[in-house]
Nanobody
Framework: QVQLEESGGGLVQAGDSLRVSCAAS????????MGWFRQAPGKEREFVAV????????DYADSVKGRFTISRDNAKNTVYLQMNNLKPEDTAVYYC????????????????WGQGIQVTVSS
């Protein structure tokens, strides 16, 4: 029902900033909580941030709090993740995901996923 596509990743140096975007198909984007997750090689998929349907409810993992900002533009069916002061440990494939239920930090709660986009931070 909902298809997601990430964009905006790339290779940056520690301390740089990057914004990744996730474009959603369909006409019901505003009905979904939208989350960002990431997965580094050899590690489990990790919660990064989530934004509620209107953009008012926000939550972040402790590891990114104060550096990352999640936002959404329902008119454009797009969710964003602004990443500032990037660190090498932020290197991962970043995924956006959609949930038609309530807030959750667990991947199993999200029904729709993008293909992921690589973010690499060098030191």
């Amino acid at each position: 029902q909902v298809q997601l596509e990430e964009s905006g990743g790339g290779l940056v140096q520690a301390g740089d900033s990057l914004r990744v975007s996730c474009a959603a198909s369909g006409r019901t984007f505003s009905n979904y909580y939208m989350g960002w997750f990431r997965q580094a090689p050899g590690k489990e998929r990790e919660f990064v941030a989530v934004v509620g349907t209107s953009g008012r409810t926000l939550d972040y993992a402790d590891s990114v709090k104060g550096r990352f900002t999640i936002s959404r533009d329902n008119a454009k069916n797009t969710v964003y993740l602004q990443m500032n002061n990037l660190k090498p440990e932020d290197t991962a494939v970043y995924y956006c995901a959609a949930s038609n239920s309530w807030y959750s930090r667990t991947p199993a709660s999200y029904a729709y996923w993008g293909q992921g986009i690589q973010v690499t931070v060098s030191s």
